[in-house]
């Protein structure tokens, strides 16, 4: 039973161009919370999607923008990068009608030149 | 607002030592607590969660941990650490939206632990 799936695992980009990254989320479940986390920090929340819907976001600017699909996966966009927008982005998938914890996959490195 | 308290940036401890890493957290409503692991270069692992009974909950690897409500606190202990535990432990508190039932995690800043032999 394969987890949560998330590509690529690195990438390098440079300021003000756009970045799309995937995930799919582990089987059984629908939800799917992107996270950011800066090095030295606890990942903060952006977002979280449900039935191709983004549900809640965090407090992040609309350069943030996410999908998600029919088969649940899902793909999180950043446009304008700016050097901050380095980090570590973790995907998490949940079952909505349930308690259960987030799964997280191993995460994306974005770094920005 | 939820928030989650991670005292300490950093816990060094010889192998075989015991080791309690502090989590506090603020919340005016019914929790859900977690502590996660990182390992370099990889995603976060679930160690334990609380969400309702006992407040003693055991998780992997030995990993314990209590949850206090009086203190708001949900402290991770392990009676005997291995070199292998050196990671990033992360204490999280889930928050519910009370109109949608949405939940996301709020993290802590972490506690790096350090085991050498």
């Known amino acids: 039973d394969a987890g949560v799936t998330q590509s690529p695992t690195h990438l390098i980009k440079t300021r003000g161009q756009q970045v799309t990254l995937r995930c799919s989320p582990k089987s059984g479940h629908d939800t799917v919370s992107w996270y950011q986390q800066a090095l030295g920090q606890g990942p903060q929340f952006i977002f979280q999607y449900y039935e191709e819907e983004e549900r809640q976001r965090g407090n992040f600017p609309d350069r943030f923008s996410g999908h998600q699909f029919p088969n649940y996966s899902s793909e999180l966009n950043v446009n304008a990068l700016l050097l901050g927008d380095s980090a570590l982005y973790l995907c998490?998938?949940?079952?909505?009608?349930?308690?259960?914890?987030?799964?997280f996959g191993d995460g994306t490195r974005l770094s920005i030149l | 607002a939820q928030s989650v308290t991670q005292l300490d940036s950093q816990v060094p401890v010889f192998e075989e030592a015991p080791v309690e890493l502090r989590c506090n957290y603020s919340s005016s409503v019914s929790v859900y607590l977690f502590w996660y692991v990182q390992y370099p270069n990889q995603g976060l692992q679930l160690l334990l969660k609380y969400l309702s009974g006992s407040t003693l909950v055991k998780g992997i690897n030995g990993f314990e941990a209590e949850f206090n409500k009086s203190q708001t606190s949900f402290h991770l202990r392990k009676p005997s650490v291995h070199i292998s535990d050196t990671a990033e432990y992360f204490c999280?508190?889930?928050?519910?939206?009370?109109?949608?039932?949405?939940?996301?995690?709020?993290f802590g800043t972490g506690t790096r632990l350090l085991v050498s032999p």
């Open positions: 999280a508190v889930s928050v519910k939206t009370l109109n949608t039932g949405f939940q996301k995690l709020v």
């Open positions: 998490a998938s949940s079952a909505r009608q349930s308690n259960q914890p987030q799964h």
